[in-house]
């Protein structure tokens, strides 16, 4: 994995008043890395007004400021608490993101110093709930590519460590994990590796690591003591689908280690595509295949679209069969 080197920065005033915002800001002015001061990370109208064929470009960018509110969201799927982070949005460049649904062009990587404000706010959380329960940390950002930047998710990791009743879990496309293998975690937390056939990930998942390297980094995890996951994800229901997904979990099967696989658990998502991804798409990369198949979809809320259940009923099925197969010790979290 590549570091990111961001060819602007953007930043809020009040970054200067944190260590970390003044050690970037130097960082990157030592770069000759344009540095441009903004009034909120969140409105930007000069990169709001930018047409859809500058997404590319755009996702070059780096902007730094302040999460505004941390409120912690319950959910029933990955975690019982989603936690908003140090981070949002992404410097890959994958077709189907639906952070493109949420924030359109204005979907790059924004990084937040007040992390420790963050922290206490879920160590609130965890006081007044009073038993165990897991947290996401990166709900809408990639904590492993945010952490090859600002080394949060490791501090993260460590403070998770300290805490009882808590377990952080986190997803990742990214390999770059070598920092967080001496990281102090106590088995406190969880890492997922979302994973897709070679095919898919060359050819949608730009930007992102390879699959080959995605399992090293689970298997170096597994080995620093973290419990792992697979996040299958998302399921693209592509010509010979059923070929490509199971060589997937052939490579799977040989790769991962023994007793990786024998404590495996999985979650397993079928595509969402949105109308704003089909249309950025088609003008900031105009060769990237179209992943929007009406044959195929229906629409799911305003401006989403999902597989039909003529299509979904039989490509779970399949895939079912094949994690019974390849990983039988596996447990299946969810499947939607």
């Known amino acids: 994995m590549k570091p990111f080197v961001p060819t602007r920065v953007y930043f809020e005033e009040i970054v200067k008043e944190y260590a970390q915002g003044k050690e970037l800001l ?30 590319t470009k755009m996702k070059k960018y780096l902007i730094l400021g302040t999460r505004k509110t941390v409120r912690l969201t319950p959910n029933d799927k990955s975690a019982d608490f989603i936690v908003p982070f140090t981070s949002s949005g992404c410097t890959a460049l994958c077709l189907y993101c639906y952070l493109v649904c949420h924030f359109n062009t204005n ?24 038993e165990h329960k897991v ?4 709900c809408n950002s990639d904590m492993v590519l945010e952490n090859t930047i600002t080394g949060n998710l490791k501090w993260a990791i460590e403070e998770f460590g300290k805490l009882e009743n808590a377990t952080a879990t986190f997803a990742t496309k990214f390999d770059a994990v070598d920092d ?18 070679k095919e898919i990930i060359n050819k949608v998942e730009f930007g992102t690591s390879s699959l080959k390297e995605r399992l090293t980094a689970a298997n170096k995890m597994f080995e620093a003591g973290y419990k792992i996951g697979l996040n299958i994800a998302p399921i693209i229901l592509e010509k010979d689908f059923e070929i ?3 060589n997937m979990f052939k490579e ?16 397993v998502i079928f595509m969402t595509y949105g109308s704003a991804n089909f249309y950025i798409n088609g003008e900031s990369m105009p060769k990237a295949i179209n992943l929007l198949d009406k044959s195929k979809m229906r629409p799911k809320g305003p401006g989403k679209y999902t597989y039909r259940n003529e299509y979904r009923r039989p490509a779970e099925k399949i895939i079912k069969g094949y994690i019974e197969k390849y990983l039988p010790d596996a447990t ?3 499947i939607v």
């Open 26 to 55: 130097d960082k990157y002015e030592k770069m000759n890395i344009p540095i441009i001061p903004i009034k909120a990370h969140h409105r930007i109208e000069e990169l709001r007004k930018r047409p859809n064929k500058e997404f």
């Open 107 to 130: 979907s790059y990587l924004r990084i937040f110093m007040n992390r420790d404000e963050m922290i206490e706010k879920v160590k609130k959380t965890i006081k007044k709930v009073g």
């Open 135 to 138: 947290y996401e940390l990166g």
């Open 180 to 197: 967080l293998l001496d990281a102090k975690h106590n088995g406190h937390t969880q890492m997922r590796i979302s994973i897709n056939p």
């Open 244 to 246: 490509i997904y199971e």
């Open 252 to 267: 799977v099967s040989n790769y991962l280690l023994p007793k990786l696989k024998s404590q495996l658990f999985i979650e």
């Open 332 to 334: 299946i979290s969810y």
